[in-house]
């Protein structure tokens, strides 16, 4: 699967005044960029298209209390089901699983994210 791309024009002000030098800039990866480095005092327009980066993703039942890991080769749950009573269920994300990567695969409106010793869970929130 390829990664998608998102784009986004940023409009920026020149700072008020004639004199100033600026430019555009497409930026195409993660970085720091200054204008001083491509001869400007700033940029009018900075068009940013940096693809994501892919989270492979499986599903899962589980049917008994624990944590459960992704199997190898996934980085998280796409979609899981709980059929354990009583119990707030949580799904432990692989290791290096970044915050962001967590918030793609959570749903907002029943999921919390937790982290515990470097490591992040999905847990239901309780009602």
Known sequence: MLPTTS????????????????????????????????????????TVQCPKDPINTTTATFTQNGTYTPPSGYDGYSSFTVAVSGVQPQVKLKAGTTYEQAQALACPAVDEIVEIDGIYYIRKISN
Do not use: R
């Open 7 to 46: 784009s986004l024009i940023a409009m920026a002000s020149s700072g008020g005044g004639g004199g100033k030098n600026v430019g555009h800039k497409t930026i195409t990866e993660n970085g720091y960029y200054y204008a001083s480095d491509d001869g400007y005092d700033g940029y009018d327009i900075v």
